[in-house]
């Protein structure tokens, strides 16, 4: 749902381009928040992001990614607005809902979306079509079902597969994950691997989330897109849209306000 922008009342210069409006659901700014972000997207908002669950576990995660996130910006010397960067952190958060449930870089188990299993009249016992993973045997960097088996999804952001721990291990400083696959799983390096991933992805996700379109925001990490919609997509909405109703009390007033004039007018 982007919304058009317009010029302004009459007497505007013709010369004078007209400034954009905001997309209804961009997150607004101010003095709260993480030292030297300038926003609202502090612990409290990301709290009423996660379950009740969670919620033992949050502080130490939310330190965890602030501090990766602007390691990681600093290091680059990156030049982001602040609303930009609320985006990407509102994003990574709702990335952890949808990928762990609890902010807990979990080891992802054997299930139907990285194991294909058929009854036992159609394969043998030690085939391998059986053996957990399978699904991942060749894709994402993997030669084979041992490299399935080793690299299976891991931490915040479920990363999976031989080639992504090799990419995403360098770009966030981790060069021995190829070794040690299992660091992906703890939680400093977890907070790493997902702001490396969401940083290099960061172009696609800040347009579709622009846009409106959380389908193709949410497809960056998990895959899919409208024609097919990715999993965990209704918890990674409720949760971004969580976090930008903690963040803007009057978000629910603009949406509704934008979905009656989506002109902008």
Same mark, same amino acid.
């Given at each position: 749902?982007?919304?058009?922008?317009?010029?302004?009342?009459?007497?505007?210069?013709?010369s004078?381009?007209?400034?954009?409006?905001?997309?209804p659901?961009?997150?607004?700014?101010?003095?709260?928040?993480?030292?030297?972000?300038?926003? %609202?997207?502090?612990?409290?908002?990301?709290?009423?992001?996660?379950? !009740?669950? *969670? =919620?033992?576990?949050?502080?130490? #995660? +939310?330190?965890?990614?602030?501090?990766?996130?602007?390691?990681?910006?600093?290091?680059?010397?990156?030049?982001?607005?602040?609303?930009?960067?609320?985006?990407?952190?509102?994003?990574?958060?709702?990335?952890v809902?949808?990928e762990?449930?609890?902010?807990?870089?979990?080891?992802?188990?054997?299930?139907?979306?990285?194991?294909?299993?058929?009854?036992?009249?159609?394969?043998?016992?030690?085939?391998?079509?059986?053996?957990?993973? %399978?699904?991942?045997?060749?894709?994402?960097?993997?030669?084979?079902l !041992?490299? *399935? =088996?080793?690299?299976?999804?891991? #931490? +915040?952001?479920?990363?999976?597969?031989?080639?992504k721990?090799?990419h995403?291990?360098?770009?966030?400083?981790?060069h021995?994950?190829?070794?040690?696959?299992?660091?992906?799983?703890?939680?400093?390096?977890?907070?790493?691997?997902?702001?490396?991933?969401?940083?290099?992805?960061?172009?696609?996700?800040?347009?579709?989330?622009?846009?409106?379109?959380?389908?193709?925001?949410?497809?960056?990490?998990?895959?899919?897109?409208?024609?097919?919609?990715?999993?965990?997509?209704?918890?990674?909405?409720?949760?971004?849209t969580?976090?930008?109703?903690a963040?803007?009390?009057?978000?629910?007033d603009?949406?509704?306000?934008?979905?009656?004039?989506?002109?902008?007018?």
């Amino acid at each position: 749902m982007a919304t058009a922008s317009k010029s302004s009342a009459a007497g505007h210069s013709a010369s004078r381009p007209a400034k954009p409006t905001p997309h209804p659901t961009a997150p607004p700014t101010s003095s709260k928040g993480p030292a030297g972000t300038g926003s %609202n997207l502090n612990l409290d908002a990301v709290r009423k992001m996660f379950p !009740k669950q *969670a =919620q033992r576990n949050v502080t130490k #995660g +939310y330190q965890g990614v602030e501090k990766a996130f602007a390691e990681y910006i600093d290091k680059r010397k990156l030049n982001l607005t602040p609303e930009q960067k609320d985006s990407l952190r509102l994003y990574m958060y709702a990335t952890v809902v949808a990928e762990t449930g609890n902010f807990s870089p979990r080891s992802e188990p054997p299930n139907k979306t990285n194991t294909l299993t058929l009854p036992p009249e159609y394969v043998g016992p030690s085939d391998v079509i059986q053996s957990s993973y %399978n699904k991942y045997s060749y894709k994402n960097g993997n030669e084979g079902l !041992k490299d *399935a =088996q080793t690299y299976h999804g891991r #931490g +915040y952001v479920q990363l999976t597969g031989k080639g992504k721990y090799q990419h995403y291990g360098a770009a966030a400083g981790i060069h021995d994950l190829v070794a040690n696959p299992g660091k992906a799983a703890e939680p400093d390096t977890a907070a790493k691997l997902l702001v490396a991933y969401v940083m290099e992805e960061r172009s696609r996700i800040l347009k579709a989330l622009d846009k409106g379109d959380m389908i193709n925001a949410r497809a960056v990490v998990n895959g899919g897109g409208h024609h097919h919609i990715p999993n965990g997509m209704r918890h990674f909405q409720h949760a971004y849209t969580q976090g930008l109703e903690a963040i803007d009390p009057t978000l629910k007033d603009r949406v509704l306000e934008a979905l009656k004039n989506p002109g902008g007018a």
